[in-house]
């Protein structure tokens, strides 16, 4: 079966630097996100990518975070001046159309530690 | 502002032992209400998606329902392959993003 696949497993990065988090979508779908899960805490929606665009972002994804779809299968979430509090799983996931009528896939996402 | 709660937070059950998991949920406009699975270092893998109030799916040992105002997720006979965080999430008509709960971890001892 098709599988969102992620890397690294885990980044680990200083203060002040930027991260790319990389992500192969499964190849027939259209509609691409990152989430986001602070340890302990609930998945949070951070931005979806539909037609090469950014279709909606949540208050979370402010300046600091960008996303992109550098060729026909990577999508990618870089993140600006890493902060403390950007430490978190980064889930990426996509789905055939919209959530709505198809399901989200997704994958086992990138660790992401501030130091 | 969509919100989602799930109780219990924890769930320890014996294996055959029936039960169920809660969602409430306060959203504008309800699209659809998703029910997933998360096992420890995984992404969530997904389980059924209810669109209107009556509607219920079931998917082997899982049946789940949906009301105007919560959800439930119901486990019959489960077995210790059932132990999983379960997380509900509602999408908000016009919205792309899910708004997911906290999650029920629940543990199926032999």
């Known amino acids: 079966e098709p599988e969102v696949t992620q890397t690294p497993s885990h980044q680990v990065t200083q203060m002040g630097q930027e991260v790319i988090l990389r992500c192969v979508p499964i190849?027939?779908?259209?509609?691409f996100y990152w989430y986001r899960q602070i340890l302990g805490q609930k998945v949070e929606f951070l931005v979806s990518?539909?037609?090469?665009?950014?279709?909606?972002k949540s208050e979370i994804f402010d300046d600091q975070f960008s996303v992109e779809r550098p060729d026909g299968s990577n999508f990618t979430l870089k993140i600006r001046s890493t902060k403390l509090e950007d430490s978190a799983m980064y889930f990426c996931?996509?789905?055939?159309?919209?959530?709505?009528?198809?399901?989200?896939?997704f994958g086992n996402g990138t660790r992401l530690t501030v130091t | 502002e969509d919100q989602v709660t799930q109780s219990p937070e924890a769930l320890r059950l014996q294996e055959g032992e029936s039960s169920s998991l809660n969602c409430s949920y306060t959203?504008?406009?309800?699209?659809?209400l998703f029910w997933y699975r998360q096992d420890p270092g995984k992404g969530p893998e997904f389980l059924f998606t209810?669109?209107?109030a009556g509607e219920e799916k079931e998917k082997e040992r899982l049946k789940a329902t949906l009301t105007k105002k919560e959800s439930f997720l119901h486990i019959t006979a489960p077995k210790p392959e059932d132990s999983a965080t379960y997380l509900c999430?509602?999408?908000?008509?016009?919205?792309?993003?899910?708004?997911f709960g906290k999650g029920t971890h629940l543990i199926i001892q032999p």
């Open positions: 996931a996509s789905s055939r159309t919209d959530g709505f009528m198809s399901p989200l896939h």
């Open positions: 190849s027939n779908h259209l509609y």
């Open positions: 990518f539909y037609n090469n665009e950014i279709s909606e």
């Open positions: 959203v504008s406009g309800l699209r659809g």
């Open positions: 209810l669109y209107s």
């Open positions: 999430a509602v999408q908000a008509g016009g919205a792309d993003g899910l708004t």
